[in-house]
């Protein structure tokens, strides 16, 4: 087990609850005891507070899997990296979802999005939980005695940063609240602030805790190549969020991870989507994770949905993979995915690229006539809960770690960034490139190959189903519009084109209700 993991669950984490989270006035959580109270008879208080934090990005709940942080959001369906997949993946050209739920074909289909679909709810309200809690905590340590204050709040804001991250990705704009509103009060509701407000609230944070947060902490906390890892992120897309390309700070700080952080590529790719990808090998690649364990942070939302979610006993052997039960049978890789190795079956498993082999292919066709059809498509079996090294034991729930960061990430991002002429050096993207090919068998490339098209299939083959995609496809302007379809996309099986207003997704109407000062964004 992860000795953070366990913490999960925990006297202070049991303490917190928050009932209107699309709300941005209730930003001051339900405790029998203040939070300065708390730290004032017991300082180690803060590690339950924090893993409460960390909690809330993986988990649904205090209680298991069929508790909610979040009041009237459905325990399974809503927590958060469940809905990155469902908003990042799903909606963008490599996986697809075949359940039809209500609101979740709209997001396979990329059709008909509007403010009523609760999966854009439930990712706006697990924001707005996070956020409120991240602030008051701020307060308290303001308020209270606690060693090491100083770095407890920098893990915080990292972790209230990540947060405003997706908002400003997804939304495009929401409201700004920090632990000023915590300590005043708020008594009128918050204005609404602009993706640039945002953004400049991101950055402001990140680069003021860079060199407050430690080079290395304890696995699955966050540690300065984190933050630096989210700043590169966010640079990277500067230009879709603000109008204004920062490529050069993104080599920067992409860069400094690389050069500074210590990390390595594991030798083996399937090591990092395994069942013990928290040690070894797959760890000294993994820069921020969020954690699962099968037994005491059970969740249908981290990479259970992931695991079970793209197994069927239907046509596979659902048991080699670490899980109990038959599979959940929902998600399939399409063409456009495993279409990056090779035009048929036959043609992946001839391929010397270990990523090709990452699909189940029989009794599946290669073509998606129906996306709802279980064997239309190839079931993706990149994520396993099977440990990579030593026995198994299969349980319902998945213990494999999700990584948001990870290292080849940072190579492929500062390969990017020099070719589009950010700077830095083009022997060396090469050579990054090369190393991430390598490490899964594929040929190594040569400097006439590389250019954005072939980086955005190669982040294709090396990222997708880790929640990136979409952001990936807009930034390479991809997305909407019909230049670059994909099966299924405008709910066609060939796809079509879509309009420019599904760059970012509608305000929720909970939202709107919640603040009159929120508007919609255009077209919806």
Same mark, same amino acid.
């Given at each position: 087990?992860?000795?953070?993991?366990?913490?999960?669950?925990?006297?202070? $984490? $049991? #303490?917190?609850?928050?009932?209107?989270?699309?709300?941005?006035?209730?930003?001051?959580?339900?405790?029998?005891?203040?939070?300065?109270?708390?730290?004032?008879?017991?300082?180690?208080?803060?590690?339950?507070?924090?893993?409460?934090?960390?909690?809330?990005?993986?988990?649904?709940?205090?209680?298991?899997?069929?508790?909610?942080?979040?009041?009237?959001?459905?325990?399974?369906?809503?927590?958060?990296?469940?809905?990155?997949?469902?908003?990042?993946?799903?909606?963008?050209?490599?996986?697809?979802? %075949?359940?039809?739920?209500?609101? #979740?074909?709209?997001?396979?289909?990329?059709?008909?999005?509007?403010e009523n679909n609760k999966f854009f709810r439930y990712l706006y309200n697990r924001v707005y939980y996070v956020i409120p809690q991240c602030n008051n905590i701020i307060?308290?340590?303001?308020?209270?005695?606690?060693?090491?204050?100083?770095?407890?709040?920098?893990?915080? %804001?990292?972790?209230?940063?990540?947060?405003?991250?997706?908002?400003?990705?997804?939304?495009?704009?929401?409201?700004?609240?920090?632990?000023?509103?915590?300590?005043?009060?708020?008594?009128?509701?918050?204005?609404?602030?602009?993706?640039?407000?945002?953004?400049?609230?991101?950055?402001?944070?990140?680069?003021?805790?860079?060199?407050?947060?430690?080079?290395?902490?304890? *696995?699955?906390?966050?540690?300065?190549?984190? &933050? @630096?890892?989210?700043?590169?992120?966010? *640079?990277?897309?500067?230009?879709?969020?603000?109008?204004?390309?920062?490529?050069?700070?993104?080599? !920067?700080?992409?860069?400094?991870?690389?050069?500074?952080?210590? *990390?390595?590529?594991?030798?083996?790719?399937?090591?990092?989507?395994?069942?013990? /990808? /928290?040690?070894?090998?797959? +760890?000294?690649?993994?820069?921020?994770?969020?954690?699962a364990d099968p037994v005491v942070s059970q969740s249908y939302g981290n990479t259970t949905y992931l695991v079970q979610g793209s197994l069927l006993a239907e046509t596979?052997?659902?048991?080699?993979?670490?899980?109990?039960? /038959?599979?959940?049978?929902?998600?399939?890789? !399409?063409?456009?995915?495993?279409?990056?190795?090779?035009?048929?079956?036959?043609?992946?498993?001839?391929?010397?690229?270990? @990523?090709?082999?990452?699909?189940?292919?029989?009794?599946?066709?290669?073509?998606?006539?129906?996306?709802?059809?279980? &064997?239309?498509?190839?079931?993706?079996?990149?994520?396993?809960?099977?440990?990579?090294?030593?026995?198994?034991?299969?349980?319902?729930?998945?213990? !494999?770690?999700?990584?948001?960061?990870?290292?080849?990430?940072?190579?492929?991002?500062?390969?990017?960034?020099?070719?589009?002429?950010?700077?830095?050096?083009?022997?060396?993207?090469?050579?990054?490139?090369?190393? &991430?090919?390598?490490?899964?068998?594929?040929?190594?490339?040569?400097?006439?190959?590389?250019?954005?098209?072939?980086?955005?299939?190669?982040?294709? @083959?090396?990222?997708?189903?880790?929640?990136? @995609? %979409?952001?990936?496809?807009?930034?390479?302007?991809?997305?909407?519009?019909?230049?670059y379809l994909w099966p299924w996309k405008g709910g066609v099986k060939d796809g079509t084109a879509i309009p420019a207003t599904y760059n970012v997704f509608p305000i929720? #109407? !909970?939202?709107?209700?919640?603040?009159?000062?929120?508007? +919609?964004?255009?077209? *919806?």
């Open positions: 087990m992860k000795k953070f993991s366990i913490n999960l669950i925990g006297a202070a $984490l $049991l #303490l917190f609850t928050l009932n209107g989270c699309t709300d941005d006035l209730n930003t001051e959580p339900k405790i029998e005891k203040t939070l300065e109270q708390l730290l004032a008879e017991d300082p180690e208080a803060i590690n339950g507070m924090l893993s409460k934090l960390y909690a809330a990005f993986a988990l649904s709940g205090p209680d298991g899997p069929g508790s909610s942080d979040l009041v009237g959001d459905d325990a399974g369906e809503s927590p958060f990296l469940r809905n990155i997949i469902n908003l990042q993946d799903f909606t963008a050209d490599g996986l697809k979802n %075949r359940w039809g739920d209500n609101g #979740l074909d709209q997001l396979t289909t990329t059709s008909q999005w509007d307060v308290a340590l303001d308020n209270a005695d606690v060693p090491n204050s100083e770095a407890y709040k920098s893990e915080i %804001r990292f972790l209230r940063a990540m947060a405003y991250f997706y908002m400003i990705d997804c939304f495009g704009k929401g409201v700004l609240v920090t632990e000023a509103d915590a300590d005043a009060g708020i008594s009128q509701p918050k204005p609404e602030a602009s993706r640039i407000e945002l953004f400049n609230f991101v950055e402001s944070e990140l680069l003021a805790i860079e060199d407050a947060t430690p080079m290395t902490t304890s *696995y699955g906390r966050t540690n300065k190549s984190a &933050v @630096r890892m989210l700043l590169a992120r966010l *640079y990277l897309n500067a230009q879709v969020y603000t109008g204004e390309a920062h490529y050069s700070e993104a080599l !920067t700080y992409a860069a400094k991870v690389i050069d500074e952080g210590g *990390y390595s590529l594991a030798p083996d790719f399937v090591s990092l989507f395994s069942g013990d /990808n /928290n040690q070894g090998q797959a +760890q000294n690649e993994i820069i921020y994770a969020l954690l596979m052997t659902v048991n080699e993979y670490g899980v109990t039960g /038959n599979g959940w049978g929902g998600h399939r890789a !399409t063409k456009a995915w495993y279409g990056l190795f090779g035009n048929s079956a036959a043609a992946l498993a001839a391929s010397p690229d270990e @990523r090709a082999q990452l699909f189940w292919t029989t009794g599946h066709s290669f073509e998606m006539n129906d996306y709802k059809i279980w &064997v239309d498509g190839f079931p993706s079996i990149k994520y396993r809960n099977t440990n990579f090294t030593g026995s198994s034991v299969a349980t319902e729930f998945s213990g !494999t770690d999700f990584p948001v960061f990870r290292l080849a990430d940072a190579y492929l991002m500062y390969a990017e960034c020099v070719v589009r002429g950010a700077g830095g050096s083009p022997t060396t993207a090469l050579q990054y490139v090369n190393l &991430v090919r390598q490490r899964s068998n594929a040929a190594a490339i040569s400097s006439g190959d590389l250019d954005l098209d072939f980086i955005l299939d190669e982040r294709g @083959r090396e990222l997708n189903f880790e929640g990136i @995609r %979409r952001t990936d496809l807009i930034r390479f302007g991809k997305f909407t519009g019909g230049a929720p #109407l !909970t939202a709107l209700q919640a603040n009159p000062n929120l508007t +919609q964004n255009p077209g *919806y």
